[in-house]
């Protein structure tokens, strides 16, 4: 379970879910003021104007060796004249920081690959902490996320997530969005693909759960399978084909000579097995195909009967 609080751009740990990390408001939250300066210019220096919709979550990792060095560039105005920044902040021991309320824009998508949705002005940016450096051969290699980092950026992602009504499908790693560094964020890649699959999973379950077809077509089985044929066609006109189908079957069977208890059963089998199929494949049975396919099903349990 993932569950946020969502004031005022401010986001807290909801009381619902107790075992959640703690989201502390960095000190960077809100800038510095030097001595003489009005309160009222008390402005985050990485907040860039209102972002009214968020539409996209994109993982980042610093490339820096802490979140001491992350928040200090943050609040640099040599090192960071943009203002360049995002919206959280998650430590090597887990420890989540809100760096930029989720209402304000944060510049950290950067220069996109054309062309692409994901933009500053519509997404909200989360960091990992992980130092980058090169290998043997010159590659820049990011340093895998800590197991307490990625329980944090997976229950954060997904908070935020149900929260803002952001689909998991709309999570990026940042290469994907960015041409930056290929492999920043890398080890984030398992647990944004776990969220998306699980996503997809509760979607599809809950589409075959809701869909009006298949909520019919098993009325219409289980009217089949438990009133006359008479009775399910007047209830269903759609059965019609059903109950020809089954008006075949019994035609068949005593033309077999079997004896009443024998044509009962067989009669009955078909029933079932036509409400079934009808579950299974959300099909009706036509009037004509499926007599004769149903006719030889009720040949075959004839024969059964009469050895």
Not at 129 to 139: I, S
Not at 219 to 232: G, K, L, P, V
Not at 258 to 282: C, D, F, G, H, Y
Request: no cysteine; glycine share 6%.
């Amino acid at each position: 379970m993932s569950a946020v609080n969502i004031e005022k751009g401010l986001v807290t740990t909801s009381p619902e879910d107790p075992g959640a990390p703690e989201i502390r408001h960095s000190h960077s939250l809100f800038r510095h003021m030097k001595e003489g300066e009005e309160k009222s210019s008390l402005i985050n220096r990485i907040e860039h104007g209102e972002m009214k919709s968020p539409e996209h979550i994109v993982i980042h990792q610093t490339g820096g060796p802490s979140a001491e060095s992350a928040l200090n560039t943050y609040e640099n105005k040599k090192d960071n004249p943009q203002g360049v920044g995002a919206h959280f902040l998650i430590d090597k021991d887990g420890s989540i920081y809100q760096t930029a309320r989720v209402d304000q824009t944060a510049y950290h998508v950067g220069k996109t690959k054309e062309p692409h949705e994901v933009t500053n002005s519509n997404s909200i940016g989360i960091e990992i902490v992980g130092d980058a450096k090169k290998d043997a051969n010159g590659k820049i290699v990011f340093e895998p996320l800590t197991p307490e980092q990625e329980k944090s950026a997976e229950w954060l992602t997904r908070g935020l997530g149900k929260e803002m009504d952001i689909p998991m499908s709309n999570v990026r790693i940042h290469p994907d969005v960015a041409p930056k560094q290929e492999n920043e964020a890398n080890s984030a890649r398992p647990f944004v693909q776990k969220l998306q699959a699980e996503e997809a999973a509760e979607k599809a379950a809950a589409a075959q759960q809701a869909s009006p077809k298949n909520g019919e077509m098993n009325r219409m089985a289980d009217s089949f399978a438990n009133d006359t044929s008479e009775e399910a066609v007047k209830k269903h006109p759609e059965l019609a084909g059903a109950a020809a189908t089954l008006k075949a079957i019994e035609k068949k069977a005593e033309m077999d000579n079997l004896s009443p208890e024998q044509q009962a059963i067989v009669v009955e089998r078909a029933r079932q097995n036509i409400a079934e199929n009808i579950r299974k494949t959300e099909k009706l049975p036509e009037m004509n195909l499926v007599e004769k396919h149903e006719q030889a099903h009720g040949a075959t349990h004839s024969q059964e009967f009469s050895r």
